[in-house]
């Protein structure tokens, strides 16, 4: 069973930065793959970024504003969040692809809790 543990949401004004981390425990578990999801207030869950060993992959709506990069021990990702807007307002929600990258939510193994990113106009 693998644990994927959040931090670093919050509350920032429009325009600036914030940067989520997850990891991955035990630490050998060392998923395929490693994204971020987020789900708004009455919206469904939506892919926002995944990295696999070859190739990072971001929603349109992200592109350009947001870096997604993995540690060198494979246990830990993050997603360097700029020049965020309102409607990036969301639960973050860290997930891991245990065997193989697929898109959407369909090959995701496992979920972590959520952290809340609330971006102020």
């Known amino acids: 069973q693998v644990q994927l543990i959040e931090s670093g949401g919050g509350l920032v004004q429009a325009g600036g930065s914030l940067t989520l981390s997850c990891a991955a425990s035990?630490?050998?578990?060392?998923?395929?793959?490693m994204g971020w999801f987020r789900q708004a207030p009455g919206k469904d869950r939506e892919f926002v970024s995944a990295?696999?060993?070859?190739?990072?992959y971001y929603a349109d709506a992200v592109k350009g504003r947001f870096t997604i990069r993995r540690s060198s021990a494979e246990d830990t990702v993050y997603l360097q969040m700029n020049t965020l807007k309102p409607e990036d307002t969301a639960v973050y929600l860290c997930?891991?692809?245990?065997?193989?990258?697929?898109?959407?939510?369909?090959?995701?193994?496992?979920w972590g809790r959520g952290t809340q990113v609330t971006v102020a106009s």
């Open positions: 997930a891991a692809y245990g065997n193989y990258y697929c898109s959407g939510d369909g090959c995701v193994n496992y």
């Open positions: 035990p630490r050998s578990a060392s998923p395929y793959a």
């Open positions: 990295v696999t060993p070859g190739n990072r």
